[in-house]
C-alpha cells in the first residue's frame, strides 16, 4: 500500500491507498497536529495499522521547509513560529525502513488537484490558500516547483488598501499578505470571527480583495499558470471568491493581452474540488510517481 | 554553424557560433530594433552572409510572447506597446527553411548566465534586469521556466515609498515596478537622465532600492531561486546594486530563516558577468540544446 500525510499547521490528515488506484482512500484520519512527538507517534501507529505494509509514503508539509538535496537539514521544517516544530524531520515521524517524497503542504494541495480535481488536465497550474496562513504552491510544465525550495509567497508585500489601518499580525513583517489577509489577519481586524462579520460583510470583502487581487496577479506575472485554484477557510465568506476574480482582473487591466487566459477571469481563477483532501491526494499521488529518499538516511543527515 | 539572436526592445544582437563552443562568438553585429520589416532583414542577411549556413537559431525576444504550443499564435509578441511590433512572429523574423526555440529576452539572459556566467553551477536562478523596462527570467531545478508562458514580473504592484509622489509611467497601471523603477521611470521623476542625477543622486538611490527590494523578494518568494543576477541599465547607477541588496534584505528580515541562502545577500544578489551578451549567449546555448520548432510551420500557423 501507499500513503499520503498532510501535516497542516491545524490538523494532520493520513490516508492510505492501493498503489494502482490512488485517488480511492482506504482508510483516512484527521486529528489535530499539536506537538511533533504527539504527531509522529500517531502517524507511525497509523502506518503500521492491523499489520499492513506500506512502503512509500508522500507528505504535504507546512514549512517553510527545507527539500535542498545538498543540505544536511533536508527533509526538516526550519523556519516556523510553530511552537516545537522548527527543526523537526518529517523521516523521524514517518518512522524508518519507508521511502519518503517531501514537498510543502500547498504543493501537495496543488498536485492533489491538478491530479485528480479543479485543474486536471492543466500542465501550469498554481495552488493558493487563503486561511489560518496564506500559502502558494505551483507546478509548471508538469513537474511541481520543488526542487531546493519552495514558493513563500505569504510574506508578499502588498498596497495598503486606503480604508484600512489594521497594522498587520505577521511577526516578520507586520503588513504582508498574511499579516494583513490571512483568516486571523480579518478576525483580528473586525474583532469577530470570518463567519460572523455581520454588518461589516461588503467592508470587509472589499479590503480583502484588495489584497487578493494583489497576491493573484503576482502569482500569475511570477508563475505563469494557466489556471489559480483558490482555497482555504477565507473563500468560505460569502461573495469572496467573485470579489477576488474581480480584484485580479482590476489589478492586471490588461497587461497581459486580450488573449491571455486570465482575461476568463471565472474559468482561470477556480475553488477546489477536493474539499480538504486535495493536500492528502497530492499526497498519495506523490506516493505512487515521487522521487523517493529513504527516511533513514534523511533522518541521519540531520 | 548555430546562431543567437536578442531582440531587445532597443536594440537587437545576433551572434553565430560553432555548434561544439556556443558561448565563442564567430560573428556579432548589433543594430537598433526599429520597426520588425527592416530588422527581419538584417537578421535574414546576417544568417545567410557570405554563404554560411545556419539551421539551428535560438531567439530570446522581448514580449510578451505567445509560447503556448496550442495557440494559434504560437511563436508571436502579443501585448507590447511598441509601434508594429505586436502580433510579430519571430519565425517570420528568422526565415524558412530553419528550427528555432524561441524565449523571453530575460529568460535568455538567465541561460546565458546561468550556462556561462555569474551563475554558472546553479540549479535555481532568477535574472532581474532594471533598465528600459523590468523584466524576470528564471531557471527551476535547471529547467527554464519557458512552458506555456513566461514571468511578466514588470507589472508587479509595489508599495509607495513615504516620500515619492511621481504618478508612474506604465500605460496599464502608472504606478507598478515598472512604472515606478524603470530607467524611463527614473529619468521622468527627477527630469534627467539617471546618468546625471547629481544633487538627487543619494535620494534617488534610496527611492529606488525601495521598489528593487520589494521587487527581490517578490522574486525570492515566489521562483525560489539559489542565486539572483540583477543586472539593466539602472544597476549602473552608483550604490545601487549596494542599495538594492540591503532594501531586499528588510524587506525579507528573516522570514525564510536564518539558514536561508538569501541571507548572505552579497552573494545572493550578483552583477551579471557576461555584460550585454547574457541574451545572445543564452540564445546561442538554446539554438544547440533547444527544443526545436520548425520556423515553417510556426510561421504558416499564426
Chains 1, 2 share one sequence.
Not at 41 to 65: H, M, Q, T, W
Request: proline letters at 6%; a negative charge.
Amino acid at each position: 500500500m501507499i500513503a499520503g500525510i498532510e501535516t497542516g499547521g491545524t490538523k494532520i490528515i493520513c490516508a492510505v491507498a492501493e498503489e494502482a488506484t490512488p485517488s480511492r482512500l482506504v482508510e483516512v484520519i484527521e486529528f489535530p497536529t499539536g506537538a511533533p512527538d504527539g504527531a509522529g507517534e500517531r502517524i507511525r501507529a497509523f502506518l503500521g495499522e492491523r499489520g499492513r505494509r506500506v512502503d512509500a509514503v508522500g507528505v504535504a508539509s507546512f514549512g517553510p521547509l527545507d527539500l535542498d538535496p545538498s543540505s544536511p537539514g533536508r527533509g526538516r521544517i526550519t523556519a516556523t513560529t510553530k511552537p516545537g516544530w522548527a527543526g523537526t524531520s518529517l523521516a523521524e515521524l514517518i518512522g524508518p525502513h519507508r521511502s519518503m517524497t517531501l514537498v510543502s503542504d500547498v504543493t501537495g494541495a496543488a498536485i492533489g488537484e491538478s491530479a485528480y480535481g479543479a485543474a486536471s488536465g492543466v500542465s501550469d497550474v498554481a495552488y493558493v490558500t487563503v486561511g489560518t496562513g496564506i500559502g502558494v504552491g505551483a507546478i509548471l510544465s508538469g513537474t511541481p516547483v520543488s526542487g531546493v525550495g519552495h514558493p513563500e509567497m505569504g510574506h508578499l508585500p502588498v498596497r495598503r488598501h486606503p480604508d484600512d489601518d489594521f497594522p498587520g499580525v505577521c511577526p516578520f513583517h507586520g503588513d504582508c499578505v498574511e499579516g494583513l489577509a490571512s483568516g486571523p489577519a480579518m478576525a483580528a481586524r473586525w474583532s469577530r470571527s470570518t463567519r460572523a462579520l455581520g454588518a461589516d460583510h461588503a467592508r470587509a470583502v472589499q479590503i480583502e480583495s484588495s489584497y487578493l487581487g494583489q497576491l493573484l496577479a503576482t502569482v500569475l506575472y511570477s508563475l505563469v499558470p494557466q489556471r489559480i485554484v483558490l482555497g482555504g477557510g477565507v473563500l468560505k465568506i460569502e461573495g469572496m471568491l467573485t470579489g477576488a476574480r474581480a480584484a485580479m482582473r482590476r489589478e492586471v487591466n490588461g497587461a497581459l493581452g486580450a488573449g491571455h487566459p486570465s482575461t476568463e477571469v471565472d474559468a482561470f481563477v477556480v475553488a477546489p474540488a477536493l474539499g480538504d483532501h486535495s493536500g492528502v491526494l497530492g499526497a498519495l499521488h506523490l506516493a505512487r510517481n515521487g522521487a523517493f529518499a529513504r527516511t533513514d538516511s534523511l533522518a541521519a543527515a540531520g
